[in-house]
C-alpha cells in the first residue's frame, strides 16, 4: 500500500531533560527502581530531536520549565490548532509547567485560551487530531467536559474514549498516591493510540491502536470507525515498549524499538520508519510524543 496524506506534524515543540526525574510518582511507570540517568536521558532526547529533523519535521527548542521533573513532555501543556492553544490543566506535581508553557505559547504566537475553572486535561497527550476529528482520552488526567471544550473551541469533532483501569490488589480502580487521580498503564491515551496520517482528498485516515488498552466500550467506538484505517498493536508492544507513543509525518514514522511488529505492518502500509530506543524517558512514562507538542494547522 501507499500513502498520499498531507504531511502531518511538521512542526513541534520541545524543552529539555535537565530537570527531569520520577521523584513525584504520578504514573505506574515512575517505580523508581533505578535511577533516571540524565546523561543517557539527554542523548535520547538529542536523538528523538535529530530523527524528527531528519524526516522534515522543524523542532522548536525551548528551555525546560525550572525545577520541573516532567516538563520534557511538553505535549501535555497544551492542544494547538493554527493560532489557537488550549492549555492544559495538569496533575498536582506538574502544575508549575502551566505558567512558563502560557509563557512560551505566547511568545510563539498563539492565543493562550485557559480551561473553565475546576476541569482538568492533559493537552495534546489526551487528545490526539486526525484531521476534523479529535480522539480523546478521559477518567485520568482529563475531563470529558474538558474534551469537549477543547473540542468547540478548535474545531474538532470530538472521539470520546477511555483506557482500561489500574486495578488495586482488591481489583478496584488504583488511585495514584501522589496524584489523588485514578491510575492507568495508559493514563494519557497518546500510550495507547496513535495518528498515522490525516483523512484527505478521499482517502481514510490511519491509526495505529491497541484494543486491549480500551475499555469495551471504547473499543466498539472505534471499530465502528469506518472513515479510519486502522493498525492493531499487541498489549505487550503498547505497555512494555511505547509503540503507540509515535510522531508520524504521514510518510515517516518515528516510533520505539519497542515497536517491531508495528515498524512492520507500518511498513506495508508505504510508510518508513526510524526506531529508537528511549529506556530512560520510558522511566517518566513518556517517549516521542510526550515530548513534542504539535503546532497544527488550522486546515490543512
Known amino acids: 500500500m501507499t500513502t498520499m496524506s498531507a504531511h502531518i506534524n511538521t512542526t513541534v515543540l520541545m524543552s529539555g531533560v535537565d530537570y ?72 498536582n506535581a506538574r502544575q508549575a509547567e502551566t505558567p512558563y508553557a ?27 487530531p486526525c484531521g476534523d476529528l479529535l480522539f480523546c482520552g478521559s477518567q485520568y488526567r482529563s475531563d470529558v467536559e474538558a474534551q469537549q471544550f477543547i473540542a ?44 498515522i496520517r490525516f483523512p484527505v482528498d478521499g482517502q481514510k485516515g490511519l491509526i495505529a491502536w ?27 508492544e503498547a505497555r512494555e515498549g511505547f509503540a503507540c507513543n509515535l510522531v508520524s509525518t504521514g510518510e515517516t514514522v518515528i516510533m520505539n524499538t519497542g515497536g517491531v511488529q508495528l515498524a512492520k505492518d507500518l511498513e506495508t502500509w508505504g510508510l518508513r520508519t526510524i526506531l529508537l530506543d528511549n529506556p530512560e524517558l520510558g522511566k517518566g512514562g513518556g517517549s516521542i510524543r510526550c515530548t513534542t507538542l504539535t503546532f497544527n494547522p488550522a486546515t490543512l
Open 20 to 91: 527531569f526525574d520520577d521523584g513525584q510518582a504520578i504514573n505506574p511507570f515512575m517505580t523508581q527502581e533505578e535511577p533516571i540517568n540524565l546523561e543517557k536521558a539527554k542523548k535520547e532526547h538529542d536523538g528523538i530531536r535529530a530523527a524528527l529533523e531528519s524526516a522534515g519535521v522543524t523542532v522548536i527548542k525551548v528551555d525546560p520549565p525550572k525545577d520541573c521533573q516532567d516538563g520534557v513532555y511538553t505535549a501535555n501543556w497544551a492542544l494547538v490548532r493554527g493560532d489557537k492553544a488550549v492549555l492544559a490543566a495538569l496533575p
Open 102 to 128: 502560557a509563557e512560551v505559547l505566547a511568545r510563539q504566537g498563539k492565543t493562550v485560551i485557559r480551561l473553565p475553572e475546576g476541569l482538568k486535561a492533559s493537552g495534546q497527550g489526551d487528545a490526539l
Open 152 to 195: 468547540d473551541t478548535l474545531g474538532y469533532r470530538r472521539i470520546q474514549l477511555q483506557t482500561v483501569p489500574l486495578l488495586d490488589g482488591d481489583g478496584n480502580p488504583a488511585i495514584n498516591a501522589v496524584s489523588g487521580l485514578p491510575d492507568s498503564f495508559y493514563y494519557d491515551i497518546d500510550l495507547a493510540i496513535s495518528i
Open 210 to 236: 491497541c484494543p486491549e488498552a480500551f475499555t469495551p466500550e471504547s473499543r466498539a467506538i472505534l471499530n465502528a470507525l469506518d472513515e479510519i484505517d486502522k493498525i492493531e498493536v499487541s498489549e505487550v
